[in-house]
């Protein structure tokens, strides 16, 4: 059984940054693209980076430039560094993970398999 547990928000002022970590067990993390979205108040949820098997990597127009995904299939993690934090950053940010060994990163909600039980991320302004 698949379970990804992430860590690593809180609340922090606008302009810091802030590295999120999704811990994934019961899977062959290095076949997965992995992938983090966020919600937030009153909002669907909403794609904000992916990474597949061989590093390949795509981010939401809003975030590009400014956060970074990267995994380490030896300790079955991925990492969103968040830099350059804004106040509409301010989400639950969820780890998810697809068994797509053969696929380029994924950017649809629907084509992951696995979801954590998220991370609270506040940016004061």
């Known amino acids: 059984q698949v379970q990804l547990v992430e860590s690593g928000g809180g609340l922090v002022q606008a302009g810091v940054s802030l590295r999120l970590s999704c811990a994934a067990s019961?899977?062959?993390?290095?076949?997965?693209?992995m992938g983090w979205f966020r919600q937030a108040p009153g909002k669907e949820r909403a794609f904000v980076a992916a990474?597949?098997?061989?590093?390949?990597?795509s981010y939401a127009d809003s975030v590009k430039g400014r956060f970074a995904i990267s995994r380490d299939n030896a300790k079955n993690t991925v990492y969103l560094q968040m830099n350059s934090l804004k106040p509409e950053d301010t989400a639950v940010y969820y780890c998810?993970?697809?068994?797509?060994?053969?696929?380029?990163?994924?950017?649809?909600?629907?084509?992951?398999?696995?979801w954590g039980q998220g991370t609270q991320v506040i940016v004061s302004s």
């Open positions: 019961g899977l062959t993390f290095s076949r997965y693209v």
């Open positions: 998810a993970a697809a068994n797509r060994p053969y696929s380029g990163p994924l950017v649809g909600s629907t084509e992951y398999d696995s």
């Open positions: 990474i597949s098997r061989r590093d390949g990597t």
